[in-house]
């Protein structure tokens, strides 16, 4: 959430004892004593339910959870007084207080810590959005005003919804196995991405145009990436792999800025980067970019991308007019005549 500084994250065992525990999980990114820290600021217990999927609009969550998307409303307030207890039997957990996750040296030494915030998480609507034989969603998103929900999984189908009522108002076939990602665009259109390597670009039901790997589209790298994400600016493309390892490429060039090899020991299921509007640059400080990762190891880490040092253009220009005197001086000193 780029407006109050918030990482959102989730997860867990699902219906199995597995021993973790599922889960949404609110932390609060701040600056203390000019070091980047991430602090737990509240659970959301689901229950038998684990979250594999989320969206975020404004204060909305869409959570994929097995074969349903559940909305999800917070909101966060100052705490009215300091010792503050729970209610016992609760299921969900309140704010916590504060430890402070390894924090990131930061150059910067603002301070952005913010004291006696508390927030709270209401169910809304919830639909099932996926009607296999073994029906799981994999995919949500909204679409630009936040109106709208698309749903996609592993029977094939898209299928969009109002919000926050849930009504459907379109369901189409869009792939022949499942759909591993999709998104809305603000002229209507849908882009899908299948299992049975297909890219699809849709107007409502009828389709637009289609790419087709095996076709006519680039063949595949052995390398074992998994998860990839964009930052906002389209400068810079985050990648997660299979044995856990993260990297930052420039999305233009795909030179590799940042590499940790194996920073999880395990397959990486989301990366996403710090947003760059609302406190997105008051967090990063003198940082290009973040780059958060989680993974199977119930880990969420950040990775910092320092700012790369680059000449000012008005030294570049400085230098390109004195090559040009000294040269020009040269000319004349062997060529008296020349000017």
Same mark, same amino acid.
């Given at each position: 959430?780029?407006?109050?500084?918030?990482?959102?994250?989730?997860?867990?065992?699902?219906?199995?004892?597995?021993?973790?525990?599922?889960?949404?999980?609110?932390?609060?990114?701040?600056?203390?004593?000019?070091? !980047?820290?991430?602090?737990?600021?509240?659970?959301?217990? +689901?229950?038998?339910? #684990?979250?594999?999927?989320?969206?975020?609009?404004?204060?909305?969550?869409?959570?994929?959870?097995?074969?349903? =998307?559940?909305?999800?409303? &917070?909101?966060?307030?100052?705490?009215?007084?300091?010792?503050?207890? *729970?209610?016992?039997? =609760?299921?969900?957990?309140?704010?916590?207080?504060?430890?402070?996750? #390894?924090?990131?040296?930061?150059? %910067?030494?603002? *301070?952005?810590?913010?004291?006696?915030?508390?927030?709270?998480?209401?169910?809304?609507?919830?639909?099932?959005?996926?009607?296999?034989?073994?029906?799981?969603?994999?995919?949500?998103? &909204?679409?630009?005003?936040?109106?709208?929900?698309?749903?996609?999984?592993?029977?094939?189908?898209?299928?969009?919804?109002?919000?926050?009522?849930?009504?459907?108002?379109?369901?189409?076939?869009?792939?022949?196995?499942?759909?591993?990602?999709?998104?809305?665009?603000?002229?209507?259109? !849908?882009?899908?991405?299948?299992?049975?390597?297909?890219?699809?670009?849709?107007?409502?039901?009828?389709?637009?145009?289609? !790419?087709?790997?095996?076709?006519?589209?680039?063949?595949? %790298?052995?390398?074992?990436?998994?998860?990839?994400? =964009? %930052?906002?600016?389209?400068? &810079? !493309?985050?990648?997660?792999?299979?044995?856990?390892?993260?990297?930052?490429?420039?999305?233009? /060039?795909?030179?590799?800025?940042?590499?940790?090899?194996?920073?999880?020991?395990?397959?990486? +299921?989301?990366?996403?980067?710090?947003?760059?509007?609302?406190?997105?640059?008051?967090?990063?400080?003198?940082?290009?970019?973040?780059? &958060?990762?989680?993974?199977?190891?119930?880990?969420?880490?950040?990775?910092?991308?320092? /700012?790369?040092? %680059?000449?000012?253009?008005?030294?570049?220009?400085?230098?390109?007019?004195?090559?040009?005197? +000294? +040269?020009?001086?040269?000319?004349? /000193?062997?060529?008296?005549?020349?000017?």
């Amino acid at each position: 959430d780029p407006s109050a500084g918030l990482l959102i994250a989730a997860g867990g065992g699902g219906a199995a004892k597995t021993g973790i525990k599922n889960g949404v999980h609110f932390l609060q990114l701040e600056q203390i004593n000019g070091r !980047l820290s991430a602090s737990l600021l509240h659970s959301h217990d +689901t229950e038998t339910r #684990a979250t594999m999927n989320l969206a975020l609009a404004g204060n909305i969550l869409a959570a994929g959870q097995d074969a349903h =998307c559940q909305l999800l409303r &917070f909101q966060t307030h100052q705490q009215k007084g300091k010792n503050k207890t *729970e209610k016992a039997g =609760c299921k969900e957990q309140g704010p916590r207080q504060r430890k402070g996750a #390894a924090p990131v040296e930061k150059k %910067s030494g603002a *301070e952005t810590h913010q004291e006696g915030v508390e927030l709270s998480v209401e169910n809304l609507q919830a639909v099932q959005t996926d009607f296999s034989p073994d029906p799981l969603q994999k995919v949500v998103c &909204f679409n630009h005003d936040n109106t709208l929900l698309a749903t996609g999984g592993t029977d094939g189908y898209v299928r969009v919804w109002k919000v926050p009522s849930l009504e459907k108002v379109l369901e189409f076939r869009a792939h022949e196995g499942e759909i591993e990602d999709l998104a809305l665009g603000p002229d209507g259109k !849908l882009v899908t991405v299948g299992w049975d390597l297909k890219a699809s670009v849709w107007q409502k039901d009828q389709l637009v145009t289609q !790419l087709h790997w095996q076709e006519n589209g680039p063949t595949f %790298s052995n390398t074992p990436y998994r998860y990839q994400a =964009c %930052s906002e600016s389209g400068t &810079f !493309l985050g990648l997660g792999t299979v044995t856990g390892s993260v990297a930052i490429y420039i999305a233009f /060039s795909l030179q590799r800025l940042y590499y940790v090899r194996e920073a999880h020991g395990i397959v990486v +299921t989301d990366v996403a980067f710090l947003p760059e509007k609302g406190r997105g640059p008051e967090l990063l400080g003198f940082h290009e970019t973040a780059l &958060f990762s989680v993974a199977v190891d119930s880990r969420c880490q950040l990775h910092l991308l320092p /700012s790369r040092r %680059s000449v000012p253009v008005w030294l570049l220009l400085l230098l390109c007019v004195g090559l040009i005197v +000294t +040269t020009i001086l040269l000319l004349q /000193s062997v060529f008296p005549g020349f000017l």
